[in-house]
C-alpha cells in the first residue's frame, strides 16, 4: 500500500525554467511533508519541510505548496540550475519519527 | 561537525548468511533510524531507536533487526539472506522529535548490500 505516491519518475527542465515536482498521498493522519534530494552514492539531503497547517513554505529558490483537499503536494525550483539535477523523494510522517517516503522523481536540468 | 557514518560502503554476501551494518549518528543526536531503498520501492522505514530502544518499526519480517549501544551508534543486522535483501541499506540520525519535523534527518551516504 503505496501512502506516498511520486506518478512522474522522471523529468527535464530547461535551465532556467521553473521545475514542478509533485507528490500525493493517501493517509489524512500525515501532518509533516518534506523533500529530499539525492545524487548517486550519497544519502537523501533534507531541503524542505512544510506543516500540515500551513498551504505555502518558500526558502530560497525552492518553495512547497500543499493542497490538504486534494491530498497534494508540490516543489516548485525557480529558476532550475544544472546542479538541481537528482532523484528528489516527498516523504510524510504523522508525527513521529518513521517517515513514509514516496518511490522518487529524477529531475534532469537540461543546459 | 562530522555527519553520519555508515560502514562498510559496500558489501557482497552470499544467500543464507547473515550480516552487520553498522552507523555511527551525529554527535548529540540521539535517534536514529534505518531504511531500506530499492529500485522501485523508494525508501523503506526499517526501525527507529532512542536511548538504545526501539521506538518505532516497519513492515520487515523478524529477519531484519537492530540495536543502539549507549553511545548512540547503531547496528542493523539481517539473518538468513535473500536475494532480495540486496538494496542500500541508509541510516538517519535527528535530534529528539525534531527528524520528522522542522529539518528533517540527516542521512548517512548508505552501505550497499549485494546478496548473490
Known amino acids: 500500500d503505496q501512502q506516498v505516491k511520486q506518478n512522474s519518475p522522471s523529468l527535464s527542465v530547461q535551465e532556467g525554467r521553473i521545475s514542478i515536482l509533485n507528490c500525493d498521498y493517501t493517509n489524512s493522519m500525515f501532518d509533516y511533508f518534506l523533500w529530499y534530494k539525492k545524487y548517486p552514492a550519497e544519502g537523501p539531503t533534507f531541503l524542505i519541510s512544510?506543516?500540515?497547517?500551513?498551504d505555502k513554505n518558500e526558502d530560497g529558490r525552492f518553495t512547497v505548496f500543499l493542497n490538504k483537499s486534494a491530498k497534494h503536494l508540490s516543489l516548485h525550483i525557480v529558476p532550475s540550475q544544472p546542479g538541481d539535477s537528482a532523484v528528489y523523494f516527498c516523504a510524510a510522517s504523522t508525527g513521529n519519527e518513521k517517515l513514509t517516503f514516496g518511490t522518487g522523481t529524477r529531475l534532469t536540468i537540461i543546459p | 561537525k562530522a555527519g553520519v557514518t555508515q560502514t562498510p560502503r559496500y558489501l557482497i554476501k552470499t544467500r543464507g548468511q547473515q550480516v552487520t551494518l553498522s552507523c555511527s549518528p551525529i554527535s548529540g543526536h540521539r535517534s536514529v533510524s534505518w531504511y531500506q531503498q530499492t529500485p522501485g520501492q523508494g525508501l523503506q522505514f526499517l526501525f527507529e531507536?532512542?536511548?538504545?530502544?526501539?521506538?518505532n518499526k516497519g513492515n520487515f519480517p523478524g529477519r531484519f533487526s537492530g540495536r543502539q549501544f549507549s553511545n548512540s551508534r547503531s547496528e542493523m543486522n539481517v539473518s538468513t539472506l535473500e536475494l532480495g535483501d540486496s538494496a542500500l541499506y541508509l541510516c538517519?540520525?535527528?535530534?529528539?522529535?525534531?527528524?520528522?519535523?522542522?529539518?528533517?534527518?540527516?542521512f548517512g551516504s548508505g552501505t550497499r548490500l549485494t546478496v548473490v
Open positions: 512544510i506543516s500540515s497547517i500551513k
Open positions: 531507536y532512542f536511548s538504545e530502544t526501539q521506538r
Open positions: 538517519a540520525s535527528s535530534l529528539e522529535g525534531q527528524g520528522a519535523k522542522n529539518y528533517g534527518y540527516t
